[in-house]
């Protein structure tokens, strides 16, 4: 069975204070990692999928990385709109997602 | 715009009545999938279908129904059996073949029971 352990649970930044967030899993066999950012009340916004170990993909003030059995989302210098709870889910059969329980991050002006 | 639109926003449910909450996609995804997400739990499987007129559980399909008549629907029953209908709903779709893994998402619905 696939397990995703996402941590923290909840993280509290200043703003320009940069951290990394963690995702570890198990699975028998990855077919790819997502991130997804998920703002209260609405659905998850895709943004990134990792494929193998080492990948690595940025976007604006983010970065995600792929190892073996984890994955972290660096955040360079937040903002508050990047205030979010972020969602990390892999994939090892055909068609369905295992996700984790999110890291809700809150970035202080 | 494509996209993911679910319906409606919130629904509110009295005892004993099924609900549904409707789903429809305009991006020509084959897959579509209904997640309940409650607070402090990851996302969890209620049913996907890969195709039309084809459907599968997930992991907590037990006082739930779906249909998929049509490629661009696919909607959600919560019947009276769903002792715990209180969550918030969310429908998603992808491609099936090819590369593209990826699961988007549509807004969402807040069901909450009277």
């Known amino acids: 069975e696939d397990q995703v352990t996402q941590s923290p649970e909840a993280l509290r930044l200043q703003e320009g204070e940069s951290s990394s967030l963690n995702c570890s899993y198990t699975?028998?066999?990855?077919?790819?990692l997502f991130w997804y950012r998920q703002d209260p009340g609405k659905g998850p916004e895709f943004l990134f999928t990792?494929?193998?170990a080492g990948e690595e993909k940025e976007k604006e003030r983010l970065k995600a990385t792929l190892t073996k059995k984890e994955s972290f989302l660096h955040i360079t210098a937040p903002k508050p709109e990047d205030s979010a709870t972020y969602l990390c889910?892999?994939?090892?059969?055909?068609?369905?997602?295992?996700f984790g329980k999110g890291t809700m991050l809150l970035v202080s002006p | 715009d494509g996209g993911i639109t679910q319906s409606p926003k919130y629904l509110f449910r009295k005892e004993g009545q099924n609900v549904t909450l409707s789903c429809e996609q305009n991006l020509n995804h084959d897959a579509m999938y209904w997640y309940r997400q409650d607070p402090g739990q990851g996302l969890r499987l209620i049913y996907y279908?890969?195709?039309?007129?084809?459907?599968q559980k997930g992991d907590i399909a037990e006082g739930y129904s779906v249909s998929r008549e049509k490629k661009e629907s696919f909607p959600l029953t919560v019947t009276s059996a769903q002792k715990n209908p209180t969550a918030f709903y969310l429908c998603a779709s992808r491609p099936a073949w090819g590369p593209q893994e990826t699961q988007y998402f549509g807004p969402g619905t807040r069901l909450l029971v009277l």
């Open positions: 889910a892999v994939q090892s059969g055909y068609s369905t997602l295992t």
């Open positions: 990792l494929y193998s």
């Open positions: 699975v028998s066999g990855l077919r790819g």
């Open positions: 279908s890969q195709i039309v007129n084809d459907f």
